[in-house]
């Protein structure tokens, strides 16, 4: 992989390793959850090679950003697209910072979710405003034939993010990969989300989780070698439509529903640790 395809896989995974939509303990517990050590700093001049990746340490115990955006974490602490997000100022898309947060003990994605925010609202003095709008969307719904997931083992309860990269073939050509073990449907729409041009609802219906193994061409993004020449798509690179039913038995349908929006109010930099 070139080094402009790693950065390009490296942002677009950046802000997905929390799984939304996993069952966790009620609103009222969710609201006094806060980690028991962290740190925000602002990121040194040179930005570290995993630049913009929020990732929840092992054991699901916390998380670790390098280098990222305060409003690629509030992506993360809200389960929300970059475009679901208005307001505030600009430094909020660059300005970078790195955190470092430990929870008491291994922690359900909802819990971790809430931590976040309640870390972001405390140090950036955050203060967000939800709105809900009725939207054009897309509907994802078992295909006919059924599922083609693999189900994964209900007694695993590591639950990593599913990570947007490409694959490589021989010849150098290429093709978007979206690739997770262990994750629910409402997550998947919610990552698909990130990378269409308008929000992606769950409607299949499938209460497990499945092992994702996804190819497709992309929206918009076009690797690009060192020297700035396209990289060639691989000839079975299908778009998203056509990809998700013949690997993974979903379909996309276009319809109205819910979008969750959220104003910022009130934000300011950092306070120190």
């Given at each position: 992989m070139t080094r402009a395809l790693l950065a390009l896989a490296l942002a677009t995974a950046s802000a997905l390793c929390a799984q939304s939509g996993n069952t966790g303990p009620d609103q009222g517990?969710?609201?006094?959850?806060?980690?028991?050590?962290?740190?925000?700093?602002?990121?040194?001049?040179?930005?570290?090679?995993?630049?913009?990746?929020?990732?929840?340490?092992?054991?699901?115990?916390?998380?670790?950003?390098?280098?990222?955006t305060l409003r690629s974490l509030m992506t993360v602490a809200y389960s929300v697209?970059?475009?679901?997000?208005?307001?505030?100022?600009?430094?909020?898309?660059?300005?970078?910072?790195d955190i470092e947060a430990k929870?008491?003990?291994?922690?359900?994605?909802?819990?971790l979710h809430t931590m976040l925010a309640h870390l972001l609202e405390e140090r950036f003095h955050l203060e967000v405003r939800s709105?809900?709008?009725?939207?054009?969307?897309?509907?994802?719904?078992?295909?006919?034939g059924g599922s083609k997931m693999p189900m994964h083992d209900p007694n695993d309860k590591n639950y990593p993010p599913i990570v947007f990269g490409w694959n490589s073939d021989q010849?150098?050509?290429?093709?978007?990969?979206?690739r997770g073990p262990?994750?629910?449907?409402?997550?998947?729409?919610?990552?698909?989300s990130r990378n269409l041009?308008?929000?992606?609802?769950?409607?299949?219906?499938?209460?497990?989780?499945?092992?994702?193994?996804?190819?497709?061409?992309?929206?918009?993004?076009?690797?690009?070698?060192?020297?700035?020449?396209p990289v060639p798509f691989s000839p079975d690179c299908s778009d998203i439509f056509a990809a998700l039913p013949r690997q993974l038995g979903l379909k996309l349908a276009s319809g109205k529903g819910p979008v969750e929006y959220l104003v910022v109010e009130h934000v300011e930099e950092p306070t120190s640790n």
């Open positions: 517990k969710l609201d006094q959850l806060k980690f028991d050590v962290a740190s925000v700093k602002a990121t040194a001049e040179n930005c570290p090679p995993a630049c913009g990746l929020i990732r929840s340490t092992p054991g699901s115990a916390g998380y670790r950003a390098e280098g990222a697209t970059d475009r679901q997000i208005s307001g505030g100022p600009r430094w909020m898309e660059t300005e970078r910072f929870a008491d003990r291994p922690r359900a994605a909802d819990e709105e809900t709008r009725q939207e054009s969307v897309w509907n994802m719904t078992v295909a006919e010849d150098g050509s290429v093709c978007a990969s979206a262990n994750e629910t449907m409402e997550y998947l729409a919610f990552s698909l041009n308008i929000n992606v609802i769950d409607q299949t219906g499938l209460p497990g989780r499945y092992d994702v193994n996804l190819s497709f061409m992309p929206d918009s993004a076009h690797p690009r070698h060192a020297d700035g020449t």
